[in-house]
């Protein structure tokens, strides 16, 4: 597909957004428990939802991944992957040392962490920002732009609120610096959100101020394109 092809074809795919969506599951092994380590373990079972993805397509922690833990207290802690990249079982500890207490419950979690992002305990309901710019990795999701929530529990799941689109682009050494998405009726397409964090069905807030009509998908120095598809993807 040459470079102007590709973009007829952006354009036919972002009519198709509506049902690009999909939720897959990222299911714990084990219980999350508040244990006296203060370690949680968590793996990936299916392989669409994905922090990044590795030669085989299977979902992979990266280092230094960090994801919100909300507690019943309204306390909230910033929790790492200190483990080497493209491991499918992780442990996750505190940042820093906790000022939250041994007896206070884990309710929630949401990667990636952000503490702009809000949970309201009595509703189980996060809001958060669908980031309107995310930066290209090779062959995965930019680290960060795939937004997941869940419930802590036994054991404990997180799902996508986001879907992806998945484009295979060739060309003849044309570069792409960036790509723009937006909706056939410029609806918002990123912004802020209220998730549930039980199912992770969400909806938009009624803040215009917080909504955007595109995703822009940032490439850095460039993609130069070939006659070997590139894979491109972009969480939506």
């Known amino acids: 597909m040459g470079f102007m092809r590709f973009l007829k074809?952006?354009?036919?795919?972002?009519?198709?957004?509506?049902?690009?969506c999909a939720q897959d599951d990222i299911i714990g092994s084990g219980a999350a428990e508040h244990c006296s380590s203060r370690e949680l373990v968590v793996a990936f079972e299916a392989d669409d939802t994905r922090?990044?993805?590795?030669?085989?397509?299977?979902t992979v922690w990266t280092n230094d991944d960090r994801v919100a833990?909300?507690?019943?207290s309204g306390s909230v802690e910033e929790w790492m992957y200190n483990g080497a990249t493209g491991e499918r079982y992780a442990s996750l500890g505190p940042v820093s040392n906790s000022t939250v207490s041994d007896s206070d419950t884990m309710m929630a979690m949401a990667y990636p962490y952000s503490s702009d992002f809000k949970f309201d305990v009595a509703g189980s309901s996060l809001r958060a920002m669908l980031p309107a710019t995310q930066k290209y990795l090779a062959d995965s999701y930019g680290v960060g732009a795939n937004l997941m929530v869940g419930n802590v529990g036994s054991p404990t799941t997180m799902r996508n609120v986001c879907g992806?689109?998945?484009l295979e682009v060739?060309?003849?050494g044309e570069k792409?610096?960036?790509?723009?998405?937006r909706g056939n009726r410029n609806e918002q397409v990123s912004g802020e959100i209220i998730v549930d964090t039980e199912d992770a069905s969400s909806k938009l807030t009624e803040d215009s101020s917080k909504a955007y009509g595109v995703v822009v998908l940032d490439c850095g120095d460039?993609?130069?394109l070939s006659a070997k598809a590139t894979t491109i993807y972009i969480a939506l």
């Open 170 to 172: 060739t060309g003849n």
């Open 222 to 224: 460039g993609v130069t």
């Open 176 to 181: 792409v610096m960036s790509i723009a998405l």
């Open 51 to 58: 922090v990044q993805l590795n030669d085989d397509r299977k």
């Open 9 to 20: 074809y952006l354009s036919l795919c972002t009519a198709l957004l509506g049902v690009a």
């Open 164 to 166: 992806w689109l998945r």
């Open 69 to 72: 833990v909300y507690y019943a």
